[in-house]
Each structure stands twice: as structure tokens, then as C-alpha cells.
């Protein structure tokens, strides 16, 4: 693996570490709060970091980039990152997304436990969910209303709009602002209690009209909403506002660094404000935490927006979450790429202030330097030619013979053992190993044919790896002109790996699989799903530039070894590229592979 190159975020981390920002620090909450112990006794020495999905759809390659580095740097500083569902909007989300969600969070190598300090030899869980604070950040929202900090406005939701401004006017104070503490908790009240409808009133903060940063304009608190929440049920009839639960979240947990993308910078003046105030109220204790933002990770030719991509899935424009092509993590697990891949791909993208592209390519190229040296390799045709020996049986005696040959599983690692075939009359080529009339500096199969003064001109020889060197001496055609089958001999005494057979100079070398050996496999050759590396730029609709040829299925064969492949297996197939079993569909009877990527060298001779 990559050196970790150091980033902003390092260096306040070390910062906070090397001053003791958080040496000193007490249980969040106060004494017989529910959320009292809610992030666990917190250790001095460490850093806590959090992960904070909201569970309504599925990761993608986004979140992997906030998984990595919020795992990661918790994982570096001996510190602990929390698994949070970030679940305060009842209407969206769901269980389906809770499990997917910390699945693809173990899959991709992280873990939310650590020691626990009170019972030694024990990991705890770190698994969290924000509406397990319900209760207390009512009662912080009771607090604020008491000490004069919030109030209850019943303004309609178009005149709070119209009274809000914009970045050159200032806002118009509500008239509901004035109301006297005793006033606003007895609306609070009834907002909880039910006798509210639905929007009738939202609870705000009361900070400044006028504060050049709209989101300090008094920004809502909580709002009316009667639905079922996955885990409170009916229990609330008022949910809170991302914007003021995510930081009583965090304090309540004891999280140390905040981490967040850039579109929330110009919230942090609030989150200061509310855990300031909640600090000086008494309900959190310093110190507290702090956010840090940082530039999403953007991917060409991807798009990473869970609205976006369940658009994908409901129009059926990809066959689920999990479709192979789709940048959702299951999707990438399905395709065949590694989280070690994933997580070498978002390390290498870094970590700045400066938003960016990262291009595709890198996910590949991250791919390949994870699995070369692993992957087994494996011989393969995906469009098969026949190639019938035509000296088989002068050379072996008969025409059923089987001539064992083998190759090892990794040309660099004896240890991984080898794989055998069979070496057979007739064997399946690459229809392009094969051209009738070869081009400038083409040194793969073709006949006999007659040079340019009219003499004959040999057909090609060339090596059929791990096997013998042939000699193309013409062709089959069907009615229509299709070449059906390539003619060879086989050229005595040059099986690989025996003594002379490296005697016959050849500058051509193919995959081949023996006819009688071969298995049958399905092969969903995937590529990219957009045709554009920026799907979205200029507020283009995505559906515009869907790629129409991002998956294609061809039927070839492979070596016999591939029969004991298991869903999830990764394979080099060789020359093609790097494959997965699929997961889902591949069955030792009906074999499925997905091409994850090709191979970066493009196979020359
Ligand atoms: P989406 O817009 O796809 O719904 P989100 O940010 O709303 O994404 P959350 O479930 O709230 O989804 O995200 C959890 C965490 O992942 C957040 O901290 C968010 O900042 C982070 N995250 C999401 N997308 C990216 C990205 N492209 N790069 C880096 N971090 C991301
Ligand atoms: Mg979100
Ligand atoms: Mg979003």
C-alpha cells in the first residue's frame, strides 16, 4: 500500500492531540440523561470520529471516500469512529437501508468496535442512531426556548421565505419573534402534544435577522411532520432539523473531529453557536466538538447522489442497486472490485479544501495494482473461433488424445500452484487471433498466401500458450463467406516447457481452450454507464448520456479449472482483464462472470 500523503485534517488532528484539546473531557450529557453514556467513557488520548449516513438508499463511492478517511484517521490516531444513522427524517428511510449500510461498511474492512475501558477484554459497539436523542434534544430545544434562545413561528412557510432575504438583504424579523419564553413552551407544548397541524409552526432559533450568513437567520429547530419513524414509531409528531441535530449528535457521542463535506462550511457558525449555547446552558459539557470540512470526492463518468441513483434503479435503467455498473458499493462488490481497491483509490484521491475530479481510471488502476499480484490468472476466449489441428493424430496417435499442459495460477508466485488443461484436436481461439488477410505487423493467425511478386508466402506460426507452437495453413467459410474454422499443424517438439521447444521462433503468442476440455461461460463485459465523464455539468439531465452499450453478454469458454470458481471469485482472465464469479447468478452448472476492468496493456503481437 500506498505511503499515507498527510492532509489538512492530519495536522489538526495532531494539533488537537499534541495541545490536549481533548485530554480533559467528561461524559457528554448530564447525569441520568438517556443520552448520558451515549458515546461511552471517553478516553483521553483518543479521537473520536464519526461516520453518519442518513439510512434512506445505498453507499456509494462518495461515502466510501467518508468512510476511509473518518475510519481511517480514527483507525491511525488509536482513536474509535462511530457507525451513525443519521436518521431524523422519518419519511425516508428504512431498515432494508440500515442493514445494506453496515454491511457495506464491514465490507469494505472497518469496524465500529473498540476496547471498552470499563469492561477490559471487551470490545464495544459503536453503532449509533440519531433518533435515540430524540428526548434530549427536545429538552435542549425546551432549554433554548426557556433561556429566550428559540421561539415558536407560526408564520406561513412562504412568508418565513420572503422574510429570510437573500445574501444582499437583510431578513425581516417574524412577528411571532417577540413572544415571551412562557408563550414559546407552551407552543412548543403543543407542537409536541399533536395540537398543532402539520406545518402550522416550526420552532427557530432566535440569533440574528440580519447576520450576513442566511443560515444564522434564525434557522428552524424542529418542524411538524406526522409520520412513522423506523425506530420511534409514532412517538413524535415533531422531528428535528438535520442542521440542529447533527451537532448535539456529535457532542453526545463525544466526538472529538467532525468531519463533513465543504457544502456545510457556511453551517458551522451555527453549529458553534447551538453547542456553545448548549455548553453554557449546562446540557453538554466542553470540550466539545468541532466540524472540519473537506471537498467531496467526485469520480467521472459517475454520479453519487442517492437520489440520482434511485432514479437509476426505479426507471430500470440498471437492473437494481447492485447492478454492476452502478457506483452504489454493492454494485461495485457485484462488478468484482476489491474494498482494498476502493479504499487505495480514495487515499490516493486525497484529502483537501479543493474540490476536484478524480477520473475513473484511478478505481481501475487501483484495482489492478491490488490484484496482479493476487489474482489467479486464467485462460479464457469470449468470442470464440474454432481452431482444428489437422496433424493431431499423425502427431499423438489419435484423434481423441488429450495432451496434458499447465501454466502456473500466477507466473510470479510458484507457491500458488498450477492449473491444468487439455490440449485437444480442436481448440476455441479468439476470433481476432485470426485474420485472413493480415494487416501491417499482424503476428497472430493467418494462412498461406502469395507475397507481392506473386510467390507463395507460409502461413503464421505461433504459440498457443503452455501448449505448442502452430503453423496456419487455411480456413473453413460457411455459404455467407464467415470463416467457421482456422486450419493449422501443430509443429512437432515445441511444447512448452520442453527441452528445445523454444527452437522455432515465433512472434505471436494466443489463449487458447481445448474444445473437449472447454466450460461454457456467460461473460457480462461491463463499461462505463455514462458516455460523458461529467454526467450532470451544466445541469444536463444524466439520462441524456446514458452509455446504450455499458453492458454487453457474450457466451465463451474457459480452462476446465474455472469449474470450481465460487460466487465472488476474482479471476485475471488472461489478455482480457480482471473478473468476478458473480454473486448473485453464477452457479457451478451455468457460470457467470462480470468483467470489473481490462487489463491496462493493450495485447500488441
Ligand atoms: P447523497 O447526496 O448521495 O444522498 P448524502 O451526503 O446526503 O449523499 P449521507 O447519507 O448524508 O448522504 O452521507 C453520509 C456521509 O457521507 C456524509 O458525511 C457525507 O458528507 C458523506 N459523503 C456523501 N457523498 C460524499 C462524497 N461524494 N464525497 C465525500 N463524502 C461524501
Ligand atoms: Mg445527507
Ligand atoms: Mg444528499
Redesign the pocket.
Known amino acids: 500500500p500506498d505511503a499515507k500523503p498527510s492532509n489538512f485534517l492530519r495536522q489538526i488532528i495532531e494539533r488537537d492531540l499534541a495541545a490536549g484539546t481533548y485530554a480533559d473531557r467528561r461524559f457528554a450529557g448530564s447525569p441520568g440523561d438517556a443520552a448520558h453514556h451515549a458515546g461511552g467513557p471517553l478516553d483521553a488520548a483518543r479521537i473520536r470520529t464519526r461516520?453518519?449516513?442518513?439510512?434512506?438508499?445505498y453507499?456509494?463511492?462518495?461515502?466510501a471516500?467518508?468512510?476511509t478517511?473518518n475510519f481511517g484517521l480514527a483507525e491511525e490516531y488509536g482513536g474509535v469512529c462511530h457507525l451513525r444513522f443519521?436518521d431524523t427524517n422519518p419519511e425516508k428511510e428504512e431498515q432494508e437501508y440500515v442493514d445494506a449500510i453496515a454491511e457495506a461498511v464491514h465490507w469494505l474492512g472497518f469496524d465500529w468496535t473498540a476496547p471498552d475501558p470499563e469492561r477490559p477484554g471487551t470490545r464495544r459497539e459503536h453503532r449509533y442512531f440519531a433518533s435515540d436523542y430524540f428526548e434530549f434534544m427536545y429538552r435542549a430545544a425546551e432549554a433554548l426556548v426557556e433561556a429566550g434562545l428559540a421561539y415558536v413561528d407560526e408564520q406561513s412557510a412562504e412568508q418565513m421565505r420572503a422574510n429570510r432575504g437573500d445574501f444582499s438583504t437583510p431578513g425581516t424579523d417574524s412577528p411571532f419573534r417577540i413572544r415571551t419564553p412562557a408563550e414559546n413552551l407552551a407552543r412548543l407544548r403543543a407542537m409536541r402534544a399533536g395540537e398543532l397541524a402539520d406545518g402550522a409552526a416550526v420552532l427557530r432559533a432566535k440569533i440574528d435577522m440580519a447576520s450576513p450568513n442566511i443560515n444564522l437567520r434564525d434557522p428552524a429547530l424542529y418542524r411538524i411532520k406526522r409520520a412513522t419513524h423506523h425506530n420511534t414509531g409514532d412517538a413524535w409528531c415533531i422531528y428535528p432539523m438535520y442542521t440542529y441535530a447533527h451537532p448535539i449528535e456529535d457532542a453526545l457521542e463525544g466526538i472529538t473531529h467532525s468531519?463533513?463535506?465543504l457544502e456545510?462550511e457556511d453551517q458551522r457558525p451555527f453549529y458553534d453557536w447551538l453547542l456553545e449555547t448548549l455548553c453554557d446552558l449546562g446540557l453538554l459539557a466542553r470540550p466539545r466538538p468541532h466540524q472540519h470540512e473537506?471537498a467531496?470526492?467526485?469520480v467521472t463518468y459517475v454520479v453519487?447522489?442517492?437520489?440520482k441513483?434511485r432514479q437509476l434503479v426505479e426507471e430500470k435503467h440498471v437492473d437494481g442497486w447492485d447492478d454492476p455498473r452502478m457506483p452504489t458499493l454493492v454494485g461495485l462488490r457485484r462488478r468484482g472490485y476489491t474494498p482494498e481497491a476502493i479504499r487505495l483509490m480514495c487515499d490516493r484521491a486525497g484529502t483537501s479544501k479543493a474540490g476536484g475530479w478524480t477520473e475513473y481510471a484511478a478505481l481501475d488502476a487501483a484495482l489492478r495494482d491490488d490484484l496482479d499480484p493476487k489474482a489467479p490468472r486464467a485462460s479464457v476466449v469470449l468470442d470464440p473461433l474454432r481452431l482444428k489441428l489437422t496433424n493431431f493424430d499423425a502427431v499423438f496417435g489419435s484423434l481423441a488424445h488429450r495432451e496434458p499442459c499447465h501454466a502456473p495460477v500466477h507466473p510470479a508466485k510458484p507457491e500458488m500452484g498450477r492449473r491444468d488443461f487439455a490440449f485437444t484436436n480442436e481448440v476455441w481461439i479468439e476470433r481476432d487471433d485470426f485474420m485472413e488477410v493480415p494487416s501491417k505487423g499482424y503476428f497472430r493467425l493467418f494462412p498461406p498466401r502469395a507475397g507481392a511478386d506473386g510467390s507463395p508466402l507460409a502461413g503464421s506460426r505461433v504459440r498457443m500458450r503452455f501448449g505448442y507452437v502452430v503453423e496456419c495453413t487455411g480456413m473453413e467459410k460457411d455459404a455467407d463467406g464467415r470463416v467457421t474454422a482456422v486450419l493449422a499443424e501443430i509443429v512437432p517438439d515445441t511444447k512448452s516447457g520442453t527441452p528445445g521447444a523454444d527452437a522455432v521462433k515465433v512472434k505471436g503468442a494466443i489463449t487458447w481452450v481445448g474444445v473437449g476440455d472447454a466450460l461454457p461461460i456467460e461473460v457480462r463485459l461491463y463499461d462505463r454507464l455514462f458516455t460523458d465523464p461529467q454526467p450532470e455539468a451544466d445541469g444536463r439531465d444524466m439520462l441524456e448520456v446514458l452509455n446504450p452499450a455499458s453492458k454487453k453478454v457474450v457466451h465463451g469458454y474457459a480452462e476446465p479449472g474455472l469449474a470450481s470458481a465460487q460466487p465472488g471469485d476474482r479471476f485475471q482472465f488472461e489478455r482480457h482483464g480482471y473478473f468476478v464469479a458473480d454473486r448473485v447468478d453464477h452457479r457451478a452448472d451455468r457460470p457467470v462472470f462480470n468483467r470489473t476492468a481490462t487489463l491496462k496493456d493493450t495485447w500488441t503481437t
Do not use: V
Open positions: 461516520f453518519p449516513p442518513e439510512p434512506n438508499g453507499l456509494h463511492l462518495g461515502h471516500k467518508s468512510i478517511l443519521d468531519i463533513c463535506t456545510f473537506f467531496r470526492l467526485n453519487t447522489s442517492k437520489r441513483l
